[in-house]
């Protein structure tokens, strides 16, 4: 069974930084690319960043601006998040999700951002 | 960076009855479509990829067509699990790029 599990969520100021994990089992991580997905409260999900299977290319979000960095490990089947000076408007739940297009998804980490 | 306009917002629909949904998208996607949908405290659950095929263990009940930038998702007779929101999603380019969403209620 495909099991997607984020952490690292939490309740930060505005302009501080905090790091995503996805811990994946149940596939061969390293033959899927992986995405994170955020979900703002009473909104529909937007696409942050993806990632292909060998790290060669990843993307983002263009309301970014390059704040938000995508990595992973697949010695460790595990994808990160590294956000950066974040903004109320990063509050959401965060999802990762697998694939081409997202046919497994975790439960979500949620990030408040307030003063 | 594609957008995705999903009509209508809202569709009211009797138990046993067809809803239709439609996408459209800002340019050509080819069939690289996706829908998507969620309950209320659930992630989204993918149904169909490829604009038409049936992602593993979905019922027939629900289907996918269309081909570059007009995308139709049919739910052929409601059940009471299937009141829900559903999102379109292009994963033909990055940024990939979700629908607003079309709320299923009961009417």
């Known amino acids: 069974e495909v099991q997607l599990v984020e952490s690292g969520g939490g309740l930060v100021q505005p302009g501080t930084s905090l790091r995503l994990s996805c811990v994946a089992s149940?596939?061969?991580?390293?033959?899927?690319?992986m995405h994170w997905v955020r979900q703002a409260p009473g909104k529909g999900p937007e696409w942050v960043s993806g990632?292909?299977?060998?790290?060669?290319?990843?993307g983002y979000a263009d309301s970014l601006k390059g704040r938000f960095t995508i990595s992973r490990d697949n010695a460790k089947n595990s994808l990160y998040l590294q956000m950066n000076s974040l903004k109320p408007e990063d509050t959401a739940l965060y999802y990762c999700?697998?694939?081409?297009?997202?046919?497994?998804w975790g439960q979500g980490t949620l990030v408040t951002v307030s003063s | 960076e594609i957008v995705m306009t999903q009509s209508p917002a809202t569709l009211s629909v009797s138990p046993g009855e067809r809803a239709t949904l439609s996408c459209r998208a800002s340019?050509?996607?080819?069939?690289?479509v996706a829908w998507y949908q969620q309950t209320p405290g659930q992630a989204p659950r993918l149904l169909i990829y490829?604009?038409?095929t049936r992602a593993t263990g979905i019922p027939a009940r629900f289907s996918g067509s269309g081909s570059g930038t007009q995308f139709t998702f049919t739910i052929s007779s409601l059940q009471s699990e299937d009141f829900a929101v559903y999102y379109c999603?292009?994963?033909?380019?990055?940024?990939?790029?979700f629908g607003q969403g079309t709320k299923v209620e009961i009417k």
């Open positions: 999700a697998k694939g081409y297009w997202f046919d497994s």
């Open positions: 149940g596939f061969t991580f390293d033959d899927y690319a």
């Open positions: 990632i292909t299977w060998n790290s060669n290319k990843t």
């Open positions: 340019q050509s996607v080819n069939n690289n």
């Open positions: 490829g604009a038409s």
């Open positions: 999603q292009q994963y033909n380019y990055w940024p990939q790029t």
